[in-house]
């Protein structure tokens, strides 16, 4: 009997160490992958009250959002970030970004950087131009996710430098501001994929590559934690932030 509450108390000592050291905050920066946030029904889509506690649990735990920029001079050039740096990013450009998503990150403190496919804007259940111009003039940063989200390791090599360059250019001169990342459609990339966003002018990208990113990393393979609807709350959301940090500290991402 006495054995085995030693045994017992030995277990919880290392349970608790182990909740306490995967949950320390690692040097490294999660970057959130997020697509819709509405109440319909798909796998990526996040409903509005689920967003708001995700946001709400980012501010109480002392996260401040940073954009792309920050982040990848901060990789680069070891530009200082604020003690808990975190990105949040959305994919595709959807209309609910601006009109469901904004309004309760600014409630929070929080922003975002938006990714948008430039030849779905102007459809729903896509952003019209009119609403990434105000979502840009409310703080958030904008991206590219490609001129028609095909997978650009598939495209022919000419093909791809031009939707490379267009999409950006495009941006640029719709939103009168540089356009410097985007969001590899599918998290799919290769060498020559990197070729081409370097020469085109983009200063880095993110993938779905699961993990945190600290200075050094490659910013052409930006590791992403993606949220997708939740199926157990809260708790799933906090997770998901752990998961990284473990996989962090292992040194597996
Ligand atoms: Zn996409």
Do not use: C
Not at 67 to 77: D, E, I, Q, R, W
Not at 82 to 105: E, H, Q, S, W
Not at 146 to 162: K, S, W
């Amino acid at each position: 009997m006495k054995l085995l509450l030693r045994g017992a108390a030995v277990g919880a000592v290392i349970i608790v160490l182990a909740v306490v050291w995967a949950a320390w905050p690692a040097a490294g920066v999660p970057i959130l992958g997020y697509h819709k946030v509405s109440e319909t029904e798909e796998a990526y889509s996040v409903p509005p009250g689920d967003f708001e506690r995700q946001m709400a649990y980012l501010a109480d735990a002392g996260y401040t959002a940073v954009t792309m920029a920050a982040l990848v001079s901060h990789l680069t050039a070891g530009t200082p970030l604020p003690a808990k740096p975190v990105v949040i990013t959305f994919d595709d450009g959807y209309a609910d970004n601006y009109l469901t998503a904004l309004p309760i990150m600014a409630r929070h403190g929080m922003r975002a950087t938006v990714f948008v496919v430039t030849d779905f804007l102007g459809e729903r259940p896509y952003l019209t131009w009119a609403e990434l111009k105000a979502l840009r003039a409310a703080g958030t940063e904008i991206g590219s996710h490609t001129l028609h989200h095909r997978a650009l390791p598939e495209l022919p090599a000419a093909e791809r430098l031009r939707d490379l360059a267009m999409s950006k250019e495009g941006l640029e001169w719709r939103l009168d501001a540089p356009v410097r990342f985007l969001a590899y459609p599918f998290g799919s990339f290769d060498a020559a994929t990197v070729a081409a966003l370097k020469a085109t002018g983009y200063r880095g990208a993110v993938g779905t590559m699961p993990g945190l990113n600290k200075p050094g990393d490659d910013v052409y393979a930006l590791k992403r934690i993606n949220i997708p609807r939740s199926r157990f709350g809260m708790l799933e959301f906090r997770l998901r932030l752990i998961r990284a940090n473990v996989y962090f500290k292992l040194g597996l991402s």
